[in-house]
């Protein structure tokens, strides 16, 4: 991978998409929190920085991991099943998940390596049996502006792109972006207000963000089942009604936690909880699966 040693440079040709100006404040207009940035600082996400009265994208091409992995990973199991796929994060995210499984990119700086939407491409044109790229590890979509330069040249490339995003993003954004993704993985962390609430995020919004995409592109769901938070068997019937009305074909994940970040001393998910859940899912939807077994 190529580094810009020259960051600051190469950073200025790019502005953020979304935002408006408030005098000396931006108001981004990305996704639900809409903050309000002042002068040097940046927004929930720790991604988007006002300089100067401009919203600037301070992880674009900014790559903290690069992996190739089976597709399955992501997950996804109904979208090129079998493949490969380079698999890219950044960091940042949106959300402050006291669980999260990713939190030393999420919720933290980690060391960057910077790589240009056409390198980005040409790197995943070069990869033998791999069938695209897929934005993930961090939120991906804090980093919008980066995703909408490099998919029509991996696109160019005869690759597909692809998302692993927790769907707190705004309608107009999402209506940008989604012409160019072939399939997303969105995370539907809970089917509570409360618990949504808790964790810096919006059901509505990720609901909203599911029936949207659902409409234009391939869509797997997750849920992350973490003890004594989401796992009632009610709750998971309820979540998966709701996503069969969205279409029972949609692929629900429901994927067994592990202790991290702030959840450190949690249990694991008990196996058979999982199955337990992945049974009452099948009552609603065609295509349930138990992860991280």
Known sequence: MGII???????????????????????CLLCPHKCRIGEEKTGACSAR???????????????????????????????????????VGSYGCNMTCAFC???????????LTFMGPEELAQTALSVPRNVGVAFTYNEPLIGIEYIMDAAPLIHQAG??????????????????????????NIDLKAFSTDFYEKHNGSLETVKRTIETCART???E????????END??????ALAAWLSAVSPDIPLHATRFFPRYKMSEKEPTDREKIFELVSVARGRLKHVYAGNL
Do not use: W
């Open 217 to 219: 592109c391939h869509v």
């Open 159 to 184: 690759l597909k792109v692809a998302l692993v995003t927790n769907g707190m993003i705004l309608e107009d954004p999402l209506s940008a972006i989604l012409p160019l993704v072939d399939a997303m």
């Open 5 to 27: 040693l020259d960051y600051e440079k190469y950073e200025k040709m790019r502005k953020a998409e979304f935002f408006e100006k408030e005098g000396e404040y931006v108001r």
């Open 232 to 237: 009632g068997l009610d709750e998971m019937d």
């Open 101 to 111: 499984q990713n939190y030393s990119i999420s919720q933290m700086t980690p060391p």
């Open 49 to 87: 920085r006002n300089r100067n009265g401009t919203l600037f994208t301070e992880n674009y091409g900014r790559i903290s991991s690069i992996a190739l992995d089976p597709i399955e990973k992501k997950p996804f199991h109904r979208f090129f099943p079998g493949a490969k796929i380079l698999s």
């Open 221 to 228: 769901v997750t849920t992350l089942v973490i003890p004594g």
